[in-house]
């Protein structure tokens, strides 16, 4: 499946993609802000990781970013723990390609997703997972509509200092409104 933007393609991933992957999962600066867990992977856990659980699994679906112009990869986003029966699922985004970072691509994707999610897929709700120093992440996840709806207190050690673990969800006809 393949849908766009204005700048952005998104394709289903692969394991063609997996060297890509591997590249920004072991990048300890990307997965800062977005991964529990600061390891660094062999190429072989990276494949054992895609093949059962980004492609593997049937409750998630997960799509690499594309520039449109030069069809250059710059992060994923994925719906994972996807509920059918409930119309839920968790979302993720990771902008792997630092030099897209602060040019409007997440939003661009979020919006992407979300209606896939929403509009597509016709899911209820979806939520997400946010460390609380993601001041950045924060803003765009408030902006496209995205509530706080709780937190886990210092479940996050980074840095030398605790952080908060911030739980935002959207529902269905939020995101509709909102236009």
């Known amino acids: 499946m393949l849908f766009q933007s204005e700048r952005l393609v998104c394709r289903k991933m692969t394991m063609e993609d997996a060297e890509q ?8 600066e990307v997965m800062q802000s977005t991964s529990p867990f600061l390891d660094t992977y062999t190429m072989e856990e990276t494949r054992d990781f895609m093949q059962h659980v980004i492609l593997g699994s049937a409750s998630s679906k997960s799509y690499l970013l594309l520039l449109k112009e030069s069809g250059k990869p710059i ?7 996807i509920d059918l029966k409930n119309r839920n699922a968790e979302c993720v985004l990771d902008i792997g390609d630092k030099d897209c970072w602060g040019q409007g691509y997440g939003s661009e994707a979020m919006r992407l997703l979300l209606d896939y999610a929403f509009l597509e897929m016709n899911l209820h709700r979806l939520g997400l997972r946010v460390f609380s120093f993601n001041q950045r992440a924060i803003r765009l996840y408030e902006k496209v509509g995205f509530t706080r709806e709780g937190s886990a207190r210092q ?3 980074r840095g030398g200092s605790w952080h908060d673990v911030i739980y935002m969800g959207i529902l269905q006809n939020e995101y509709v409104k909102k236009g």
Do not use: P, Q, V
């Open 75 to 81: 992060g994923i986003m994925s719906l994972i723990h």
């Open 21 to 28: 992957y591997h590249a920004w999962r072991n990048d300890l």
């Open 155 to 157: 479940s996050l050690f």
